[in-house]
Structures are given as structure tokens and as C-alpha cells.
């Protein structure tokens, strides 16, 4: 009997071992499970922002050659509109030499 109760006691331990081990398993696999998909989603997120990043840069280098542009045609025009300026004064004062 008392080896029967040994054996018994032995089962019982090991079954709860063995339960208890398979339970920390499984809670270690869904957290590897959570961890890996954080991971997923953080990577996807990491791409994400890389294109926008490289969509920013395309935009403000087109954004700079338009003002460079811009600014030589403002540059061009005022120049243009100076020397108008310039002889519109120059035709007034030969006129008014003449009279």
C-alpha cells in the first residue's frame, strides 16, 4: 500500500509538472506571439515614415528649384522694368530739352 501511495503521490506531482510547464509554454508562445507582431508593426510603421521621408525630400528639392527659378525670372523682369524706367525718364528729359 505504502508504495502504491508513493507511486500515486508521484503520478500527481508529475502530471501537475508537467501541466504547469505546458501553461508557462503556452504564455510564453502568445507573448512571443504579441512580440513578433509589435515588431511586424513597427517595421511596417519604420517604411512608412521612410517613404514619406523621401516623398518630403522630393517635394522640397522640387519646391527649391521652383523658387530658384522664381527669383532669376523676378530678377529678370525687375532688370527689364528698370531699364524701361531708365529710358521713359530719358525720352521725358530729351522732351522737354526740346521745348
Given at each position: ?7 500515486m ?24 506571439e ?34 530658384e ?31
Amino acid at each position: 500500500m505504502d508504495g502504491f501511495k508513493i507511486s500515486m503521490e508521484i503520478a500527481i506531482a508529475l502530471t501537475s509538472g508537467i501541466v504547469s510547464a505546458l501553461g508557462v509554454w503556452f504564455k510564453l508562445k502568445g507573448s512571443v506571439e504579441m512580440q513578433q507582431l509589435k515588431i511586424s508593426n513597427m517595421e511596417d510603421d519604420i517604411k512608412t515614415a521612410q517613404l514619406r521621408i523621401t516623398s518630403l525630400k522630393k517635394t522640397v528639392e522640387h519646391n527649391r528649384e521652383k523658387n530658384e527659378n522664381s527669383v532669376s525670372d523676378l530678377k529678370k523682369e525687375m532688370g527689364d522694368m528698370e531699364m524701361r524706367i531708365i529710358k521713359a525718364i530719358h525720352e521725358l528729359t530729351t522732351e522737354i530739352n526740346k521745348k
